[in-house]
């Protein structure tokens, strides 16, 4: 894990209630982009709690980003008082940056993410995946080395995943910045992600840390291409050996 930016060494979580998660070793590349991906209760999001540093481990070592962590939830967390500048300006302003550049960056990041005409929005004037756009502006307003999400695209419809995803490629490219992003979808994984890691449903490790192939961002028409097929199956028969549990 020398040139991680961020990892996990044999980490294990003691839950009250829950048997020993882990131990979960998990090295996070510079620029990389790695799908979480593991039944529920598996301990996705717990390992992007331990990378963010919002929880600790019972055992085991955790490397944080030398940088800032962006965090992106499944839902966009935004305060419906305020408009869509205000919502990823304010965190700026709060972290000590002065009003006006907080709203400068916030602007740019908005016009980044498309939102560059909806700045004086309240989150009610929002669609579903616009306010999404102004959760994603707010983690990248921030300049991320590493940024996680967990699922972040749950809720909304497969068109509005697409095109968020699409987005999530082109943020990235133009960045330096390594990604985390917890799903449930392989397709989804096998199609965001350069490497996929699965995690077994019985207690977190990892069953199968898996090199996805073809380049980031995807090329046109990359979803009907033989090797992404196949790189989806690779995730499935993987997903679906996490869920045996141990004899
Ligand atoms: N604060 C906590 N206290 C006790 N148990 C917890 C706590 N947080 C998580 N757990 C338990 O740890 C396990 C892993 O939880 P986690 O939320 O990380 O899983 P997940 O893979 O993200 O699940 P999902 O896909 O349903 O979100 C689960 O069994 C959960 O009930």
Do not use: C
Request: neutral net charge; glycine residues 8%; charged residues 25%.
């Amino acid at each position: 894990m020398a040139d991680a930016v961020a990892g996990l060494a044999d980490v294990r979580i003691d839950y009250p209630g829950r048997a020993l998660l882990g131990p979960l070793t998990l090295g996070v590349g510079p620029r990389e982009i790695v799908a979480l991906v593991g039944a529920s209760g598996a301990g996705k999001s717990t390992a992007l709690r331990l990378l963010a540093g919002l929880e600790q481990p019972a055992s085991g070592a955790v490397t944080r980003p030398a940088g800032r962590t962006g965090f992106v939830f499944q839902s966009p967390t935004l305060m419906p008082w305020a408009d869509a500048r205000t919502n990823v300006a304010l965190p700026l302003e709060l972290s000590g940056v002065p009003a006006a550049e907080a709203r400068r960056r916030a602007d740019d990041a908005l016009a980044a993410v498309g939102l560059g005409d909806r700045t004086t929005a309240r989150p009610r004037q929002l669609s579903g995946g616009m306010a999404m756009r102004v959760s994603l502006a707010r983690a990248l307003s921030i300049q991320p080395d590493l940024l996680l999400l967990d699922e972040p695209f749950a809720a909304l419809d497969s068109i509005t995943r697409r095109g968020l995803i699409e987005d999530l490629h082109r943020l990235w490219a133009a960045r330096s910045m390594a990604v985390v992003f917890v799903t449930h979808d392989v397709e989804e994984a096998a199609y965001l992600a350069g490497r996929v890691v699965v995690l077994s449903a019985a207690d977190g490790h990892v069953v199968a840390d898996l090199p996805m192939p073809g380049p980031l961002p995807r090329p046109a028409d990359w979803r009907r291409d033989p090797a992404y097929r196949e790189a989806v199956e690779t995730v499935a028969e993987a997903l679906d050996r996490s869920m045996e549990r141990p004899a």
